[in-house]
């Protein structure tokens, strides 16, 4: 089978002032295009190291991984990153934001009006063209994230990667944007790999969801189907069988399998 990611036998170690840190261990995976992929597992497992290696921003101790048929070796546009940190310039407004992500990538391909056309997508995707013209400082923490996936998508990447997005957020605003962002992916139709530490999060919006191992050394545990059909209702799947039993298996995995006592001895 081809896969439109796949990760071969990739590791990362670190030269640290303390010494040899080994982050990740054998890592194989394979990712279909359109797929919707959550990792989650432990503090120290390496989630967003894999992530980092996904997006070019490290480069693997050993192993390789591919994207679309190339090598990753850096990163590139068809690789959108979106942090927890939402990483707005304070002193631009939302749409010159997401303006700077559409001219590097269209800048000498199309005209002015055509980007700023993007820009107006990108904002209208995500419920934020009210604040077009607001600086950071004037929105709250929910509609910061909401800009910089609007930013991340208006350079139309075939993979969207998210490394905790909605994690410094309130309840309530974070079960509003996950529901959200079950619609934004549908639409856009790209590859997503999002790190989270939220079980319920990943039940609700993968169609995998990769179970790191405890570190050093991790690797991948375990690799859970999330059978449930799209569009995806949290209130209809509370109760739904098939959700509980994804929920239990990522619950018996981390805090039976992979919990305190098993992180201590490692």
């Known amino acids: 089978m081809t896969h439109f990611i796949d990760i071969h036998r990739a590791e990362m170690v670190f030269h640290t002032k303390k010494g040899r840190f080994h982050a990740l261990s054998d890592i194989n995976l ?55 940190n939402h990483s707005l310039l304070p002193w631009l407004s939302c749409h010159d934001n997401v303006y700077l992500a559409v001219e590097r990538v269209f800048g000498g391909k199309e005209r002015k009006e055509q980007l700023k056309q993007r820009v107006h997508d990108a904002l209208a995707l995500v419920g934020m063209s009210h604040a077009t013209h607001k600086r950071p400082h004037e929105i709250s923490g929910g509609m910061k994230q909401r800009v910089g996936i609007a930013r991340a998508l208006a350079m139309e990447p075939k993979v969207l990667l998210m490394d905790e997005p909605f994690g410094a957020l309130d309840a309530l605003t974070r079960a509003h944007l996950q529901d959200e962002l079950l619609k934004i992916v549908a639409k856009a139709h790209c590859t997503v790999v999002m790190v989270t530490h939220d079980v319920d999060e990943a039940v609700l919006l993968s169609d995998r969801i990769v179970m790191m191992s405890n570190g050093p050394a991790a690797t991948i545990g375990e690799v859970l189907p999330v059978p449930l059909a799209r569009p995806r209702n949290r209130v209809a799947q509370a109760e739904d069988p098939t959700y509980m039993g994804c929920r239990k298996a990522v619950l018996d995995f981390l805090y039976t399998r992979h919990g305190v006592a098993d992180r201590q001895a490692a």
């Open 30 to 84: 394979g990712i279909a295009q359109g797929e919707f992929i959550t990792l989650i597992g432990h503090s120290g497992c390496g989630k967003s190291t894999l992530l980092n290696l996904i997006a070019g921003l490290l480069t693997p101790t050993q192993g390789g991984l591919i994207c679309d048929g190339r090598e990753i070796a850096g990163p590139g546009p068809e690789r959108a990153v979106v942090f927890q």
